[in-house]
């Protein structure tokens, strides 16, 4: 696959439990950084991973969001005790991160989360 | 610390008019980064541009334009002849060159353009 994939596309979950949601950045791309956009708002960083070090967590909201990443592949994000002001989408972005004059993220298709 | 406003939220146009998107930023920053990016109802952002600070001239692609100017720390887009797939939601986006690595984002500006 050519773009970034997330999954799962859509997630339903009950206020309380912890929930998954899982990056494939683009083939080669060293970075990978995850967005929280509320619903008509603009996108909130959450945090950067460069490989699979985490050198900016500092959107992450609370100490209930943590995420991990393998190598330079697939990065999971995870929240738990989930609120209802969690509901959001999850979006997931990577770039080269060789020279940053050229550097550009492209967005994976995001994660819909609601949570009742 | 750095900020970007889109202060038009909501933009209703007929098809073949142009558009124009405002774009306003705030950097102490010498150096930095600027972007478009367009969020259709698929929901998936798409990259439209990126313009670097030291970089000052107009482009043109298509029928899309971007007018960046420093003097009035801008970076405004315009839609020439839009087309109802013009429609979604347009984010201007602001990076450092040093720093902090990731996207600063404005709020959105929803353009509908009508047949």
């Known amino acids: 696959g050519a773009g970034v994939s997330q999954s799962p596309s859509n997630k339903v979950t009950e206020k309380g439990k912890d929930v998954e949601l899982r990056c494939d950045p683009i083939s080669g791309h060293t970075a990978l950084y995850w967005y929280r956009q509320r619903l008509g708002q603009g996108l909130e960083f959450l945090i950067y991973?460069?490989?699979?070090?985490?050198?900016?967590k500092s959107g992450l909201p609370s100490d209930r969001f943590s995420a991990e990443r393998t190598g330079e592949s697939v990065s999971t994000l995870t929240i738990q005790r989930t609120q209802q002001e969690d509901s959001a989408v999850y979006l997931c972005?990577?770039?080269?991160?060789?020279?940053?004059?050229?550097?550009?993220?492209?967005f994976g298709p995001g994660t819909r989360l609601t949570v009742l | 610390a750095q900020k970007v406003t889109q202060a038009q939220t909501e933009i209703s146009v007929v098809e073949k008019e142009d558009v124009t998107l405002d774009c306003v930023y705030e950097?102490?920053?010498?150096?930095?980064?600027l972007f478009w990016y367009k969020q259709p109802p698929s929901g998936e952002l798409v990259f439209l541009i990126r313009?670097?600070?030291?970089?000052?001239q107009n482009e043109i692609s298509g029928r899309y334009s971007w007018n960046f100017q420093k003097s009035t720390s801008s970076f405004n887009f315009t839609i020439t002849a839009s087309q109802v797939v013009d429609s979604a939601v347009y984010f201007c986006a602001l990076r450092m060159d040093t720093g902090r690595r990731a996207l600063t984002f404005g709020s959105g500006t929803r353009l509908q353009v009508q047949p």
């Open positions: 991973f460069q490989g699979n070090s985490a050198p900016d």
């Open positions: 972005a990577s770039s080269f991160n060789r020279y940053r004059a050229t550097d550009t993220q492209y």
């Open positions: 950097t102490r920053d010498t150096t930095y980064y």
């Open positions: 313009r670097n600070s030291f970089d000052e």
